[in-house]
């Protein structure tokens, strides 16, 4: 998969026509994917299927629910050719739509096909929308789709719906979003060894600095160890018990492992929530708190 930036889109399509999605594609959720499959399956036309994706948290401005790393890997194994970044500045925010259309649409990328979600605004004024670009088709030569919201229960499924579960432990109403387990991936560190000297040796992991963390707190995870699927107990947090650094860390322990995990990467999904993360007065009381979430898991 191609990977760029706007200024350096138009050399990957010199000598190729593009299927366009554009989006903020925070999170890759079900509603990207189905945006996402409309354009794949142009390959058939022979075009480059390409993902326009406008990132809000550039420049360190907010977290995203996806690591950079976990992005392109989520996007290359659903087919796409190329990922074009545009970072939310005010310069694009005020950039007419029209200019969008012909200048980075239909100059720059070559699209023939231009799909976009209902709701989706772009352009100064936000007046670029799904009508703006039925409008614009038959003018710059491309084929636009509209797809409609996708939902989840009773509601549409969204980043900022996604954001709201983790930031309160709804894991699994966040899977149901996303269309797979919310998810840490990381290479193990040595940690202090606390969780050992207590009979539970754990895998430690530090989250990419610029991905959004769930509620902190004690969860259930699934992890491949060894080509089986794990359950495993894990904490996100800061262990205010045992330090006063306030680094979040991913500590993980899977009952029954007994193997050497360090440096190794990990993919660690969180299936439930099962209590917030707290400072314990002892090392006993931790333990015998740890005692009790193992039965609850």
């Known amino acids: 998969m191609i990977v760029c ?73 659903l087919g796409v050719g190329m990922l074009v970044r545009i970072p939310f500045t005010k310069e694009f925010a005020s950039l007419p739509a029209e200019v969008f259309a012909e200048d980075i649409l239909v100059r720059t990328l070559h ?18 929308n799904a ?46 979003c996303l269309g797979r387990p919310y998810a840490i991936e990381g290479t193990v560190i040595r940690g202090m060894h606390l969780a050992s000297s207590l009979g539970f040796p754990t895998a430690n992991i530090r989250p990419d600095p610029g991905k959004l963390l769930p509620r902190y707190g004690v969860y259930r995870v699934f992890c491949m160890l060894d080509n089986v699927k794990a359950a495993g107990m894990a904490n996100i947090g800061v262990k205010p018990t045992v330090t006063s650094a306030g680094e979040p860390l991913l500590e993980v322990f899977f009952p029954g492992f007994s193997g050497d995990l360090y440096g190794r990467t990990l993919h660690v999904e969180f299936d439930s929530f099962i209590r917030p993360e707290k400072k314990f007065a002892s090392a006993e009381e931790l333990k015998k708190q740890i005692t009790e979430d193992l039965k609850r898991i």
Do not use: W
């Open 111 to 128: 699209a023939e096909a231009v799909v976009s979600g209902e709701d989706f605004r772009f352009g100064s004024g936000r007046i670029g």
């Open 131 to 176: 009508a703006f670009l039925t409008s614009m088709q038959n003018r710059l030569g491309f084929e636009y789709e509209c797809v409609p919201r996708v939902f989840y229960g009773s509601r549409p499924v969204s980043s900022t719906r996604i954001r709201e579960c983790l930031a309160c432990g709804r894991t699994e109403e966040a899977a149901g």
């Open 5 to 77: 930036d706007l200024s350096h889109a138009g050399e990957f399509c010199r000598d190729k026509n593009t299927a366009v999605t554009i989006g903020k594609f925070d999170g890759i959720h079900r509603g990207h994917t189905e945006l996402i499959r409309h354009v794949t399956e142009k390959k058939g036309d022979g075009l480059l299927s390409a993902v326009l994706s406008i990132d809000m948290n550039a420049g360190g401005a907010g977290k995203s629910i996806l690591s950079t790393a976990e992005e392109e890997k989520i996007l290359k194994d």
